[in-house]
Nanobody
């Protein structure tokens, strides 16, 4: 059974930092590209950051320079470090694992709420 379990969400003040983790089980971790998405109620899910099986990263323009995605293949975990948070970063953040070869094989975590507010 495949599981992606996010942790680390919560309430943070504007300008603050937060780190998210996503622990995967039931997959061959190194065969997956990993992504963080976020979603605000009433809006489409947005790709925030991605990291390939080889470690290449990409970011949306809205978070570039503030967020850092990384992965630890030994721990089957992907991370998202978020700095200089603004109210616009408030959303539910989802971890996603997409198979490198068969891209339709796609798994999602349950989501973790990040709220940026004073």
């Amino acid at each position: 059974q495949v599981q992606l379990v996010e942790s680390g969400g919560g309430l943070v003040q504007p300008g603050g930092s937060l780190s998210l983790s996503c622990a995967a089980s039931g997959i061959i971790f190194t065969m997956y590209n990993l992504n963080w998405y976020r979603q605000i109620p009433g809006k489409e899910r947005e790709l925030v950051a991605g990291i390939t099986f080889g470690g290449t990263t990409n970011y949306s323009d809205s978070v570039k320079g503030r967020f850092t995605i990384s992965r630890d293949n030994a721990k089957n975990t992907v991370y998202l470090r978020m700095n200089s948070l603004t109210r616009e970063d408030t959303a539910v953040y989802y971890c996603n694992a997409r198979n490198v070869i068969q891209r339709r094989i796609d798994y999602w975590g349950q989501g973790t709420q990040v709220t940026v507010s004073s």
